[in-house]
């Protein structure tokens, strides 16, 4: 029967969660609840931010991140991209990680 041995020279795992991400720079327009319906189709109030970044207002789902946001705060947020499908349409979701 084979030993196994431990390997002393491993790198350390790090944050390697599975996505697309973006970086968003812009000003924070307002902070605000967003009335979304779960897979269920029971109605939940979700926080989001709304960001002018450039010429296009995004809104941010905060997802579990406390950090508070002023109006007209100047943020660079990382955010993660999640794309919905629904019939033939695709809507982009962006969460704050």
Known sequence: ???????TNRKPKGDKTPGVYMLINGQVIDSAFKEEKTKRG????LEIVRVQSGKRKLEIYKGTA?????KNQFVELKCRIHKIKSGNRVSTKYILT
């Open 42 to 45: 029971f109605p939940t109030s």
């Open 66 to 70: 406390t950090t508070k946001f002023k």
């Open 1 to 7: 029967m084979a030993v196994k041995t431990k390997s």
